[in-house]
């Protein structure tokens, strides 16, 4: 299977160009049998490759895939070194191996889902020929074996982005969003190109600093690297890093997310929450090498990450959108992931990158099956007591609500914890207590979501209660599958302090030869820990105990009529900041769209009055200096005899004067 493990993006691109061409005249079983059963091949073939590289000595898992042909052929760019080809050409290792199983794997259920919620949609086909298309662009970014074939996943997942958000295109303004399906798509295409302007630079400054792309040779450049070149490590950092702000919805480059729940709620499931917003810190962690060299670039990336949790945790406590609080949630747990490879716990982030495909791709396909039960509603302030109506949505969504929450012994817990105690190890207090301060809040607005979907009694109209019923098995047994997977994946990596000392932390022992060591930073619970096994103890208590109080807190604000407007009344200012997301949108809008729509207006007033005005004025000046001596170019030779007798006594007259 490793010689195959080129089929695994081609099989998806296969399925989306037969979809994208002849899709329209298939029946739609047909489409789905093909979209789904491309993904499941690609699924197959990893795990066997997957497999089979495990069976590998630790040291020798780097499997390179034949080149499937020369992109570019560059002559010597680095002095002393030789030219520069970068080929077509796919890699597995224990990294790109738990990236590929997560995403073929999450994807499969979500693209099997999908077959029942889109079953009533127009454009059937061009949907799975979109899906098809994001896999195999997703697959391309995790198996590239150099940085030019993962910029163009990168860049492919954008583009699948941008025509997913706006599938329904056609749909009207919405109010509730303030913009239509066609904008939201615009808007994440556009945020995200601002960051990958930096990517794309800090691609050409590698280049040009090591004559290389392909990742273990700039892994191993790196190492090599002499000290006075820290300086340019930090700044290629700080540009890679501009690249996963966009892609992974990271502060300031955070705006396009929640706007991007415009699109049919698989595709939020599947690019907004369990694959393409994780590519950045996929990235991050694949670069881990250079990071681990340019310590102010990771201090950059861990207070952007605590920083974004943090404040998207806040939104999410406000928000009435049943899709918007969980992008917020995805947000939020992107910092985390991000503020983990920032103090070098970088196989933690890509535990919790897994492990938050788990439990927030169940979330969406659980708030998917809500909106679907309930004809199409979102706002939680029209729902309630829908446990009794779906009761296979409301156990699975429990689950997940749990493992996000960090509660013992849900995936979540596992995950979350071991970037607590990697920030606790690294020495970064401040940036530990932001973290837990944002793990209470999200199992807060986790709970209150729970509890206004689920609990109590149902506030919509009578029409929706009658309406309310569960999704179809198709639909149903992806929530199963993905919450068994939420509440027992997080074993993998059993922290050897809940195991008595015995290594059974799987996880970590497979990812430890792709990803670069910190040094001193925690990577993971070893026997007893950095500190001890009383303080790892201490930490995963604490960790556990703000999550339970979160859940407390919100099952008691929100069981008592009343008491969340009282005390958002109370809370005055920050509530309403809060509420309005902090005015950022508004921000850009005042900073830099107005100023810019202002500057082409200019710029089209300038074009129109003095270009086009300098143009139109040389032509006017031609057509009246032609009209003046047309008034003497007559073509009567009695008229040039007469001028020249005139002339002729002027000249007299003046000599005469003279």
């Not at 000290?227 to 990271?250: E, M, N, P, Y």
């Not at 996929?282 to 670039?297: D, H, N, Q």
């Amino acid at each position: 299977m490793l010689e195959a493990v080129w089929l695994v993006p081609i099989l998806p691109l296969a399925a989306a160009a037969v979809n994208g061409a002849v899709g329209r005249r298939l029946p739609k079983r047909a489409v789905s049998w093909i979209a789904c059963g491309s993904v499941l091949a690609s699924l197959v073939v990893a795990t066997g490759a997957t497999l089979e590289l495990s069976e590998l000595p630790a040291e020798a898992r780097h499997f390179a895939s034949r080149a499937l042909g020369t992109w570019l052929s560059l002559g010597s760019v680095v002095e002393g070194r030789g030219p520069v080809e970068i080929a077509w050409e796919f890699a597995l290792d224990p990294l790109s191996a738990v990236m590929a199983l997560v995403v073929c794997g999450v994807g499969f259920l979500i693209h099997v889902y999908s077959v029942g919620y889109m079953a009533h949609e127009e454009g059937y086909s061009r949907f799975f020929a979109y899906m098809n298309l994001f896999m195999a662009m997703m697959l391309t970014l995790a198996l590239a074996d150099n940085l030019l074939v993962m910029f163009v996943g990168w860049e492919g997942v954008g583009l699948c982005s941008y025509l997913l958000i706006g599938f329904f295109y056609d749909r009207p303004f919405d109010e509730r969003t303030g913009m239509s399906c066609a904008d939201a798509g615009r808007k994440a295409f556009i945020v995200n190109r601002v960051g990958d302007l930096a990517f794309v630079i800090g691609i050409l400054y590698l280049l040009a600093t090591f004559g290389t792309l392909r990742f273990r040779e700039v892994a191993e450049a790196v190492a090599h690297a002499p000290t006075g070149s820290d300086g340019l490590l930090v700044a290629i950092g700080l540009l890679l890093f501009a690249g996963a702000c966009g892609k992974s919805a990271q502060i300031p480059l955070h705006v396009w997310l929640p706007d991007a729940m415009a699109g049919p709620t698989p595709v939020s499931a599947l690019i907004h929450a369990a694959t393409m917003v994780t590519a950045g810190v996929y990235m991050v962690t694949r670069m881990s090498g250079l990071y681990v060299r340019a310590p102010e670039a990771m201090a950059v990336v861990a207070a952007v990450g605590a920083a974004t949790a943090l404040f998207a945790a806040v939104m999410g406590t406000c928000a009435t959108d049943v899709k918007k609080v969980l992008a917020y949630s995805t947000v939020s747990q992107l910092g985390y992931m991000f503020a983990g490879a920032g103090v070098g716990a970088f196989v933690a982030a890509i535990f919790h990158l897994m492990t938050h495909a788990f439990f927030k791709a169940l979330l969406f396909l659980g708030a998917g099956s809500v909106i679907h039960g309930l004809g199409g509603e979102q706002d939680i302030r029209s729902m309630g007591g829908l446990r009794r109506k779906l009761p296979v949505t409301y156990g699975t969504f429990l689950v997940a609500t749990l493992a996000i929450a960090g509660v013992f012994p849900f995936a979540g817990f596992f995950s979350k914890d071991e970037i607590l105690a990697g920030a606790w190890a690294a020495g970064r207090r401040g940036l530990y207590l932001a973290l837990l301060a944002g793990a209470g809040l999200t199992a807060f607005y986790m709970t209150r979501l729970l509890y206004l979907v689920f609990h109590g009694g149902f506030r919509g109209s009578d029409a929706k209660w009658a309406h309310a019923h569960e999704a179809p098995p198709v639909m149903t047994v992806p929530l199963v599958v993905l919450a068994a997977l939420s509440a027992v994946g997080g074993f993998v990596g059993l922290p050897a302090f809940l195991t008595l000392g015995r290594d059974l932390d799987t996880f970590h022992r497979w990812l430890a030869p792709a990803v670069a060591s910190a040094g001193g930073a925690h990577e993971g619970h070893g026997a007893g820990g950095a500190h001890g096994g009383g303080l790892e103890w201490l930490l995963a208590g604490a960790a556990l105990g703000v999550g339970l109080a979160g859940i407390a807190l919100a099952v008691r604000v929100y069981r008592e009529s009343g008491l969340a407007e009282r005390i958002a009344e109370r809370a005055g200012t920050l509530y309403r900041m809060a509420r309005n997301l902090f005015w950022v949108d508004e921000l850009y809008e005042a900073a830099i769209v107005r100023p810019f729509y202002a500057l082409s207006r200019l710029s089209g007033a300038c074009d129109r009055y003095v270009v086009d005005g300098l143009v139109n004025g040389t032509g006017v000046a031609a057509d009246v200096t032609g009209n003046l001596v047309k008034l003497f170019q007559t073509g009567y030779v009695r008229n040039y005899a007469l001028l020249f007798l005139l002339g002729v006594a002027a000249i007299l007259v003046y000599l005469v004067n003279a």
